[in-house]
């Protein structure tokens, strides 16, 4: 009875000073639950924030994260507390209802003594606050022990329920728990009814992505989500929430003012929500997601086309397919945007946003971000200023260097020379971009013309300011542009020996003779990281085989397990340079041997090790062992591996199975469950062509 007059009785018998959050002693535990059900809103919102940003950080469960547990569900079953519903949500978050699989440790308590409260959480889907019942429901997804009872219970109770977002609710629980369990035959039925029988847009949208994504069942029509989300945007949807009209300093609070926001002037604000769910339930359907975001990003409604540009992005990052009428939608949003105000310009900026990781997948677009860059007249803006009326070159930081603007990079990832004028403007700004000589790079030979202008930059850009990398940068572009980058050295050789220095060299080649002191200097470093490509690029300078070796033998015969990898790289490497004598020194093949049976749990070594093993024989044996092992251990050795395939041709046609796997493959080899990085698609097509030349050489 105590309890229930009191949520907090017991709170100070607690010993939370002997236990640990995630950043320190959780003494302050007390006050943040007290604070959960202040009166004030904005006490409620600090104490969230610090709720999910320590006490359950990341998603961790920590002792003290268990130990509130109890307090939160006294506070959830307190009809006189405000703030329940977030309370519940953080509850759900805390028994992982997002997928309450496979939990183990403290996953798994937290789990069982969340689901332990069943007769609470049915008793509250009775509350005559509907946030509070869509709380309660989504977090029912984590009793995954009585997933019978809580899909019997949902499904009864959805013809009753007259709140839309509740509705939704229900319908996402009963999908997600048919996923952990069995019965997934009995859902898609129901919800082939609720399709039939639901009269609200939103339900009907989030029935049909779900059943899209149980599969095995009837194939959910794009023409049918489509037709649902015109009529959305067209009749529009409530406010996901009225403005909180208060302000805390936390990132909950950041993040609720970017939603309001955004929802100012919108008609449909809940819709993208459901265009994300959609799009996912379709999932490995990319033909299918493809046509429906496609007809989203030419829709003439900016809302629709905005709301359509994250998924693509998530589409694009983590699925493979035919992305060029995709891609092409998204250069015409960019086109489009240009001139509209600005509804326009945020269509404009969300889409240069999009195109900026694709790499030269974004070429079906180059012609649009051609056209929209070259009218531009402000070239340079502020960072605050990226939904601006035109997309601008280059991008300003109040606290670090410039950088060049997504759009440009997007242009410039797709070897449009056309981009290389751009380029040279960002170049010659007197504060330069930290990353314009890297995209400069990209562009390899053609990007000869700039060399006049790269090597006025070496010579007057600042020399002592810490941390300006924009030397080191212009080095490896010249790298890249190749040996009729000599013209360069003499501005080179006045430079701190760095990485890019020596990579420099390296592709300048004899040329570069006059730097030969300088890569003795270097190979004789105790630093791994300047030795060994020091003595690569000696031995492309002066055709040293002797002094290169002796650097890879050096490191190959030592105990930094770190140099191992990149010395066996350099052997590799010298091996169409030594004698027949030097390949059959016996010490060397036989701690090759070895290395190729390391235990390395990523597999970069024993790679590495039979590449050089067969550079230096000529027998495949050992190599088409070691690929399949490597290739099954660690995705990301699949690169390396393709290109080690190809080295050897007909000789690995046994590996024709992996190569032709992976390039059937739908998810990209990188994909994770978290999101996407900036890199992931460009790594991705990399492996793609490395496996197609791989199957063309052994034939």
């Known amino acids: 009875m105590a309890n229930e007059l009191d949520p907090f009785a017991g709170l100070s018998d607690v010993r939370w000073s002997r236990m640990r959050h995630a950043y320190g002693a959780a003494t302050e535990v007390p006050e943040l639950l007290r604070g959960l059900a202040d009166p004030d809103p904005a006490v409620r919102e600090t104490a969230l924030d610090g709720m999910y940003g320590a006490v359950h950080h990341q998603g961790d469960v920590y002792p003290c994260t268990l130990a509130a547990i109890p307090f939160l569900l006294r506070i959830a079953g307190a009809p006189h507390l405000p703030g329940r519903a977030e309370v519940v949500k953080l509850l759900a978050s805390i028994a992982s209802a997002e997928d309450p699989t496979e939990l183990s440790g403290p996953y798994k308590k937290a789990n069982g003594a969340v689901t332990a409260a069943y007769p609470l959480w049915e008793r509250l889907l009775d509350d005559p606050d509907p946030k509070l019942r869509e709380a309660v429901t989504g977090l029912l ?43 997934a035959e009995d859902v898609r039925d129901w919800l082939g009814r609720v399709l039939a029988m639901e009269m609200e847009p939103q339900v009907k949208l989030v029935a049909l992505a779900e059943l899209a994504s149980l599969g095995d069942g009837p194939a959910v029509e794009v023409g049918d989500a489509l037709d649902l989300l015109t009529t959305l945007y067209e009749t529009g949807t409530p406010p996901v929430a009225p403005p909180a009209g208060f302000e805390t300093p936390t990132l909950i609070g950041a993040l609720r003012r970017e939603r309001e926001a955004s929802d100012v002037g919108r008609r449909a604000p809940q819709a993208g929500e459901l265009v994300r769910t959609v799009s996912k339930g379709l999932g490995d359907r990319v033909d299918d997601r493809v046509r429906l975001l496609t007809a989203l990003l030419r829709s003439p409604d900016g809302e629709c086309r905005v709301d359509a540009m994250s998924p693509a992005h998530v589409l694009l990052a983590n699925w493979r397919g035919d992305y060029a009428g995709l891609v092409s939608a998204i250069g015409d949003c960019v086109r489009d945007g240009r001139g509209r105000g600005r509804p326009g310009a945020v269509v404009m900026s969300r889409a240069a946003g999009v ?85 400069v790079g990209g562009f390899g030979p053609r990007a000869a013309p700039l060399l006049p202008l790269l090597r006025r930059r070496l010579r007057d850009l600042p020399t002592a300011e810490p941390r300006d990398f924009r030397r080191e940068s212009i080095a490896w572009a010249l790298s890249r542009i190749g040996p009729v980058a000599a013209e360069a050295l003499p501005d080179l050789l006045g430079q701190p020996v760095t990485t890019g220095l020596l990579a420099a060299f390296a592709a300048i080649g004899p040329e570069a003779s006059a730097c030969a002191p300088i890569l003795r200097d270097a190979a004789a470093s105790p630093d791994r990281a300047m030795a060994i490509p020091a003595a690569k690029a000696l031995w492309l300078v002066t055709a040293d085989v002797g002094a290169a070796l002796a650097v890879a033998d050096r490191y190959l015969g030592g105990d930094d397990k770190y140099a191992l990898r990149p010395a066996v790289d350099l052997l590799a490497d010298l091996a169409p340079a030594l004698t027949e004598r030097d390949r059959a020194a016996r010490a060397r093949l036989t701690l090759l041997r070895r290395l190729v049976r390391r235990k390395d749990p990523h597999g970069w070594v024993p790679l590495a090790a039979a590449r050089a093993l067969y550079r230096l024989t000529g027998d495949p044996e050992v190599p088409l062992t070691v ?48 999101g996407y990085g900036s890199a992931q698609i460009v790594v991705d097509e990399k492996l793609l062509r490395r496996c197609r030349e791989a199957l063309e050489a052994v034939g």
Do not use: Y
């Open 141 to 183: 997804a984590a009793c995954v022990d009585r997933a019978r009872a809580v899909t019997t219970t949902l499904t009864g109770r959805l013809r009753n329920e007259d709140d839309p977002s509740v509705r939704e609710a229900v319908v996402r629980t009963v999908a997600a728990l048919a996923r952990c369990e069995s019965g």
């Open 627 to 674: 690929v399949p092992q490597v290739w099954e251990l660690n995705r990301h050795t699949r690169t390396e591996a393709a290109e080690l395939c190809a080295e050897l041709g007909r000789a690995a046609a046994g590996t024709r199975p992996l190569v032709e796997a992976e390039l059937s493959g739908v998810r990209r080899h990188n994909a994770g469950d978290d």
């Open 355 to 439: 195109l900026e990781d694709l790499g030269e997948l974004a070429a079906p677009a180059a012609d649009a971000l051609a056209e929209v860059l070259a009218a531009t007249e402000r070239r340079a803006a502020a960072h605050t200023m990226l939904e601006d009326t035109e997309l601008p070159w280059v991008i300003e930081w109040p606290s670090d260097r410039p950088t060049v603007s997504p759009a440009l990079q997007a242009f410039s990832d797709t070897r449009d020379t056309r981009a290389l004028p751009m380029l040279a403007w960002a170049l010659e700004r007197e504060r330069m971009p930290k990353d314009v000589a890297q995209l």
